[in-house]
């Protein structure tokens, strides 16, 4: 089984503040036959249900701002979030889905 | 728009049963694998399994493997999950999500299933 590995588990950042989540994954989730890396980020916000920011580890989901960006190819990859908001406060995953069983990281806690 | 609602959650005691459902709307059921993902207590989310669009093809944790079933009905736009001998590992609030791509684009609100004597 593939293992993703994230870091940091939790960081705080101040409002308007750029936080950066890390996610390895233990073998290359890069296929060469067609170039993409088979990663998704999730959110997922206390009492709510996991919500998909980020495929193809960099295409951003309908809907979710511009300032969550997705970066990395192969085994190295991350999460950018540019400025902050209130409402980012939440769990974050990635998850590879290169092959079966298509695991998530531990997660990391963003907060205020 | 797009809905995903599991139900049969529940308190049940070691080594019963349980039933999960999990009813869609606003997809087009039949061309979507379906997956289920479980989040325990204090935990992370944890893969349960994955039932290909057509059922050609299933998967599922080793930690479920032999135990849970995952099965669909594409007329009722319905997935499932049959889960048995249940023990206070499998204790946590269960997800189902559709999966157009590979990645889980729409997930349900959950379940919770409390196993526990």
């Known amino acids: 089984d593939i293992v993703m590995t994230q870091s940091p588990d939790s960081l705080a950042v101040s409002l308007g503040e750029r936080a950066t989540i890390n996610c390895k994954s233990s073998?290359?989730?890069?296929?060469?036959?067609?170039?993409?890396?088979?990663l998704a980020w999730y959110q997922h916000k206390q009492g709510q249900s996991p919500k998909l920011l980020i495929y193809?580890?960099?295409t951003r989901e309908s809907g979710v701002p511009d300032r969550f960006s997705g970066g990395g190819s192969g085994t190295d990859f991350t999460l950018t979030i540019s400025s902050l908001q209130a409402e980012d406060v939440a769990v974050y995953y990635c998850?590879?889905?290169?092959?079966?069983?298509?695991?998530f990281g531990q997660g990391t806690k963003v907060e205020i | 728009q797009v809905q995903l609602v599991e139900s049969g959650g529940g308190v049940v005691q070691p080594g019963r049963s349980l039933r999960l459902s999990c009813v869609t709307s606003?997809?087009?059921?039949?061309?979507?694998?379906m997956h289920w993902v479980r989040q325990a207590p204090g935990k992370g989310l944890e893969w349960v399994a994955v039932?290909?669009?057509?059922?050609?093809?299933?998967y599922y944790s080793d930690s479920v493997k032999g135990r849970f079933t995952v099965s669909r009905d594409n007329s009722k736009s319905t997935l499932y999950l049959q889960m048995n001998s249940l023990t206070a590992e499998d204790t946590a609030v269960y997800y189902c999500?559709?999966?157009?791509?590979?990645?889980?684009?729409?997930w349900g609100q959950g379940t919770q299933v409390t196993v526990s004597s």
């Open positions: 606003g997809i087009n059921f039949s061309l979507f694998g």
């Open positions: 998850q590879h889905y290169y092959n079966t069983p298509p695991t």
């Open positions: 039932i290909w669009y057509d059922e050609n093809k299933k």
């Open positions: 193809w580890a960099s």
């Open positions: 999500a559709s999966a157009y791509g590979e990645y889980l684009d729409h």
């Open positions: 073998l290359s989730i890069l296929d060469r036959s067609n170039n993409k890396n088979y």
